[in-house]
């Protein structure tokens, strides 16, 4: 059964350091999108990709954060500087169509010193 | 912002018996309704879901409700297993041409007892 991949699983970064986290979407979907988890709180949406573009995006997705498609098979969430409060579980998910079922990854978990 | 409502954090349930888990949301736009499950270590896995033009979906033994009048919905689970123990999100999304990010609650811890 396909499925969404995402590594690292567990990433750890000193604050202020730049991390790239990077998934893999399930192959013939078109639709990509970045949750986060911080711990004990709610899964929340970041940010939605589709045709080489951000369709939307929420207020945490600030000037800090990037996402990139470099080639057919990769979707990245880049976070320029970190800061301690970026430390959650990040969420690719990928879906086949606009209003399809979105289909997630296991996560990667980052940790900001 | 808490458009999406899990009150309960945790249920226990005895298997065989039904497992209710509940979930309230504020907002109107809501067009779509879903109920993910969740695994330690592993990401929401998709459960169920249903229109808002719909009162009911039924999934072998996942049945969703919705009240829209009450801003409400529910999941039940008969008979309950072990094997559904796990967190289960309830998500939403809005009636807005082009949007489908998911609005998510808190999430309600399972346990099925043996």
């Known amino acids: 059964e396909p499925e969404v991949t995402q590594t690292p699983s567990h990433q750890v970064t000193q604050m202020g350091q730049e991390v790239i986290l990077r998934c893999v979407p399930i192959s013939n979907h078109l639709y990509f999108y970045w949750y986060r988890q911080i711990l004990g709180q709610k899964v929340e949406f970041l940010v939605s990709?589709?045709?080489?573009?951000?369709?939307?995006k929420s207020e945490i997705f600030d000037d800090q954060f990037s996402v990139e498609r470099p080639d057919g098979s990769n979707f990245t969430l880049k976070i320029r500087s970190t800061k301690l409060e970026d430390s959650a579980m990040y969420f690719c998910a990928s879906s086949g169509g606009l209003y399809n079922e979105q289909f997630f990854g296991p996560g990667t978990r980052l940790t900001v010193l | 912002d808490q458009q999406v409502k899990q009150n309960s954090p945790s249920l226990s349930v005895q298997e065989g018996r039904i497992s209710i888990l509940n979930c309230d949301y504020t907002n109107s736009m809501f067009d779509y309704f879903l109920w993910y499950k969740k695994y330690p270590a592993e990401g929401p896995t998709f459960l169920i879901s249903?229109?808002?033009?719909?009162d009911k979906n039924e999934d072998g033994r996942f049945t969703v409700f919705l009240n829209k009048s009450a801003k409400h919905l529910s999941l039940h689970i008969v008979p309950s297993q072990p094997g559904d123990s796990a967190v289960y999100f309830c998500a939403a999304r809005l009636d807005q041409t082009g949007a489908n990010n998911l609005f998510f609650g808190t999430g309600t811890r399972l346990t099925v007892i043996p």
């Open positions: 249903i229109s808002s033009i719909k």
């Open positions: 990709f589709y045709n080489n573009e951000i369709s939307e």
